[in-house]
């Protein structure tokens, strides 16, 4: 009797150990990017030789200068849009309204506040017309978002560059070309610098931190969540999971892609109007241009897919992406005795994480595909 009991003991622990053996290896397995990501960060930051509280405040500047962006990206990966490339026309739409309070000299919180009223309608028709392009272009959101980006930043160029000063009337040598047509490549938003960062700031133990923007982040992500509690957002999983099964529950599936569209795109305006006031200078036909390429690769580097996404891994994302953009260029330097090297790794991790992510999915897919067909 004592032996089956002493061999019942052995049995237990050994499928308990073989539980924890599977269980740690799921862990690995799920959270292997972000683990890879913060193992280079930690070796970066050691060949970066950069003082720990230098570091710190970096990156909580850099945190509170994009979580914003990156965060406008969850709501479309949750209802099945994929990674929404097209968040650079609410770039644009944050830029437009930059641009048009800068002109009328409104300076300080108001300005950054009427920025954000004005982007408000043109992220809402940036959003709907993009919202409307992928429910023509379904499966296929992501090179339809990325497409329209560029087909957008030629519009946009357009504009700034020909109409402005012509067709749009506007008389300002600081922000006019010489010739008087066109914007400046440089745009000094010294109106609004620090607008949102400075109204409250906090220092602890040399560490500043804006604190008025890392509650309008904290508002953000308690808003999504509590969004995806909502009728609103169970229809956002609903389409996410199934379109066909949501639109056999009564659920207007194309109506639900549009608002979550529109969603991300005012979101995105508001995120690159709290970037701009904290950078202070618009790069008027750059500053958009990598906004959802770097926007999606943080989001990917924090574990998320092209199908899951959570605010924690948007967070983490941005914290390691970031991270890995202050280290990189000296880490570089002191390690090959070249600080370029840095820059290509930056370029290498934004682009190469987003390609295999999507070659992942494509592969995930295929292999669905062959499951259910068997």
């Not at 050691?46 to 850099?62: D, M, S, T």
């Not at 108001?110 to 499966?139: D, E, Q």
């Not at 370029?347 to 070659?359: C, K, M, P, R």
Request: hydrophobic share 55%; net charge positive; glycine share 10%.
């Amino acid at each position: 009797m004592k032996l089956k009991q002493g061999n019942t003991e052995i049995v237990k622990q050994e499928l308990w150990q073989d539980k924890f053996r599977l269980d740690l290896y799921g862990l690995l397995k799920k959270n292997a990017v972000p683990i890879l990501f913060a193992v280079i960060c930690i070796i970066g930051s050691y060949f970066a030789k950069l003082p720990l509280k230098f570091l710190l405040n970096f990156i909580i500047i850099r945190m509170c200068r994009n979580s914003f962006l990156v965060l406008s990206l969850i709501i479309p990966v949750l209802a099945g849009l994929g990674l929404n490339f097209g968040i650079v026309l609410g770039a644009m739409a944050g830029q437009i309204a930059v641009i048009a309070i800068t002109y009328w000299e409104i300076k300080g919180i108001v300005g950054f506040a009427l920025a954000a009223l004005l982007a408000l309608p043109l992220a809402i028709i940036f959003g709907w017309l993009t919202g409307m392009l992928f429910n023509r272009a379904k499966g296929k959101e992501m090179i339809a978002g990325l497409i329209l980006g560029f087909f957008a930043n030629g519009i946009y160029q357009l504009v700034f560059l020909f109409f402005v000063g012509t067709i749009i009337p506007m008389k300002n040598e600081y922000m006019l070309l010489s010739t008087g047509v066109g914007l400046r490549n440089s745009v000094n938003l010294k109106g609004i610098h620090y607008a949102l960062d400075k109204i409250l700031e906090v220092r602890i133990s040399g560490l500043e931190f804006p604190v008025v923007t890392i509650v309008c982040i904290i508002i953000l992500c308690l808003a999504i969540w509590f969004l995806f509690k909502t009728k609103l957002g169970q229809e956002f999983r609903s389409v996410g999971q199934s379109r066909q099964i949501a639109g056999v529950s009564g659920i207007k599936v194309d109506k639900i892609r549009i608002i979550a569209t529109i969603f991300s795109t005012v979101l995105a305006a508001w995120g690159q109007l709290i970037f701009l006031q904290n950078l202070g200078t618009l790069n008027t036909y750059g500053s958009h241009v990598q906004v959802g390429t770097f926007a999606v690769a943080a989001l990917l580097i924090g574990g998320a897919s092209v199908t899951r996404a959570t605010i924690g891994q948007a967070l983490l994302g941005t914290f390691l992406f970031h991270t890995l953009f202050i280290i990189s260029p000296l880490a570089g330097k002191n390690m090959l005795g070249n600080a370029q090297v840095g820059e290509y790794f930056r370029a290498f991790v934004a682009y190469g994480v987003i390609g295999i992510s999507l070659a992942l999915y494509a592969w995930q897919s295929s292999s669905k595909k062959r499951t259910v067909e068997e």
